[in-house]
DNA sequence: GTGGTCTAGACCACT
DNA sequence: GTGGTCTAGACCACG
């Protein structure tokens, strides 16, 4: 369970934490139903505050992508949503397309990234 | 130059303003080489303080997709970068991906999606 | 951490402490990796607006002079970069040497005091 | 008569103009006693407000490299001033050097192209 | 307690 | 009339 944070970006390390969460989700590196370190012990691994992962926690769990038990910590949930195309995930694609159009990036070029990171990661 | 802002959004509203302008100039609204309201005139138009305005500007002036001319105020850059997919694109791509496979999405569908806002907007 | 500025000059004040920042730096006053003022104390200190250090914090770090980590606040950065002399740098020092050799600086005097600078601060 | 001016530049357009004339004294390529342009036929050549160009010489004339003249419009000045670095120049060029530094930029280089400039241009 | 964001003014430099 | 700069507050997100 290692996490590369950037103590520089501008991205709150809370966000850092859940984006990397989310990523090991969908990577197959954390599984469904695997449990998740406590959030004493991965606060002291990547030398934060414990009140930031629980936050990151907190934020995964009211997105539905985690569980918390009192007595067994956080674990993935096992139950993947079928909800599709969300509104918010549309906005985003539309703002990151549109970001990607500008910089001169071709339909071509995104479609084989998004393939390949529905595939890889 | 109607702007549609969420004043309750956790999203700055200067980055609002940034977006709504990108997703214009990559949606063939604002056309290259048109002027943009000034900051004054807009501020007031949505409501905002005009330093929100400037900062919007600003951001967009750094990222290359406007230039101030000292004359005439703002306008939308001619020139489209050819960069390609940049580090940073493919993060966002790849984390926009991953929160979609933990929706539900399938590929296709996201992919459907993209050539959607690829050609209208 | 004393800085002079200069109120009346038509150099904007976030410039001034900007430039009077780097020749810290320049000079081995601040050292690489140490922890600036924050913005706050910094501003009360001089007798500005926090905004106004702020700009001229956002303004180095983009410059890559220091570096902002959301712990600790700012503080120099360790690493000097190794451009040369970029195509700014180049006109400026051609604007400067110009306007010396009009007031009839010679080059050797000029040299001269480069030199001194480069030693001692 | 040619300048050449960057419209998007954050330096202003007189000041460009005035930083022109002088590369073009300091170069050679305008002779002491030549006849400036009048301004109005300047500002039409590049498509300025003539009161942009008549602050140009008069930041020139205030500065001593010009002399303006009701009959005769403004002409470079013959005689050269000989005050050798004065405070201004001293504080310009420890800045530059400062910033030369922190760009990894040595000594050496940087005295090869003041040398330069003192010879070219 | 820190920086980030925003407001409602104001003055000035520039064109 | 434009943007650039600055002020004196304020609130919030973050850690």
């Known amino acids: 369970m290692l996490l590369s944070l950037d103590f520089e970006s501008d991205i709150p390390i809370y966000m850092q934490i859940r984006n990397q969460i989310i990523l ?54 096992s139950v993947i949503k079928s909800g599709g195309m969300t509104k918010e995930l549309e906005d985003k694609l539309c703002l990151l397309v549109s970001e990607a159009k500008l910089n001169g990036v071709s339909a071509e070029e995104f479609i084989a990234s998004s393939k390949r990171f529905f595939e890889e990661g």
């Open 24 to 77: 090991g989700i969908s990577s197959g590196k954390l599984l469904a139903g695997e449990k998740l370190p406590t959030i004493r012990s991965l606060a002291e691994e990547i030398g934060v505050n414990s009140m930031t992962v629980n936050k990151a926690y907190q934020l995964l769990k009211q997105e539905g992508f985690i569980t918390t038990d009192r007595r067994n910590g956080a674990m993935v949930k």
